[in-house]
T-cell receptor, first 116, second 111 residues
Framework: ELKVEQNPLFLSMQEGKNYTIYCNYSTTSDRLYWYRQDPGKSLESLFV?????AVKQEGRLMASLDTKARLSTLHITAAVHDLSATYFC????????????????FGTGTRLQVTL | KAGVTQTPRYLIKTRGQQVTLSCSPI?????VSWYQQTPGQGLQFLFEYFSETQRNKGNFPGRFSGRQFSNSRSEMNVSTLELGDSALYLCASSKPEEKLFFGSGTQLSVL
């Protein structure tokens, strides 16, 4: 059974600081997703990583994927208060030969709190 | 363009009742999947439909069922509700190889 572990579970950081969230998964997959969730809201897609070595950046967030190590990271640069949210990584399981990730297994989430 | 639409937004039911949740995917998206989110278990996959066929199913009891219509709209049904079914139910739609877009969810409370 695929397991996805995130750490840390909770992260309190000051504005302007850098930090990294880690996502480890237990079986081979080349489909890794990062989502953001604000309290009481739905999931917002941040990144889709589809190959080993993939790196994507959007604003102060950068995600990378190492399929050999079964590890993805979400790096936060110079955090701002607006980044406070819960961040989830999710691993996609392809459906047979279609290549479509029809089932996502989510990590436990990292609750990020950026303080002024 | 319009996002994934889920109705109702909130629902209160009592134990033993049944409930039907609705999801309208983004236009052009043929894949619809459902997830349950609870504080204790986190986000768990329920099932996924593509072209009216269930392609994948999570580890949930048979009380949880779903279907997809020819216009890609999907419904999820939970029969004989239990207290533990209280959760946020999220629907997501996608195109192949693309990210999932999630709806706002239906918050179900079972009393």
């Amino acid at each position: 059974e695929l397991k996805v572990e995130q750490n840390p579970l909770f992260l309190s950081m000051q504005e302007g600081k850098n930090y990294t969230i880690y996502c480890n998964y237990s079986t081979t997959s080349d489909r890794l997703y990062w989502y953001r969730q604000d309290p009481g809201k739905s999931l917002e897609s941040l990144f889709v990583l589809l190959s080993n070595g993939a790196v994507k950046q959007e604003g102060r967030l950068m995600a990378s994927l190492d399929t050999k190590a079964r590890l993805s990271t979400l790096h936060i640069t110079a955090a701002v208060h607006d980044l406070s949210a819960t961040y989830f990584c999710a691993v996609g399981v392809p459906f047979f030969n279609t290549g479509t990730a029809s089932k996502l297994t989510f990590g436990t989430g990292t609750r990020l709190q950026v303080t002024l | 363009k319009a996002g994934v639409t889920q109705t109702p937004r909130y629902l209160i039911k009592t134990r033993g009742q049944q409930v039907t949740l609705s999801c309208s995917p983004i236009s052009g998206h043929r894949s619809v999947s459902w997830y349950q989110q609870t504080p204790g278990q986190g986000l768990q996959f329920l099932f996924e439909y593509f072209s009216e066929t269930q392609r994948n199913k999570g580890n949930f009891p048979g009380r949880f069922s779903g279907r997809q219509f020819s216009n890609s709209r999907s419904e999820m049904n939970v029969s004989t509700l239990e207290l533990g079914d209280s959760a946020l139910y999220l629907c997501a739609s996608s195109k192949p190889e693309e990210k999932l877009f999630f709806g706002s969810g239906t918050q179900l409370s079972v009393l």
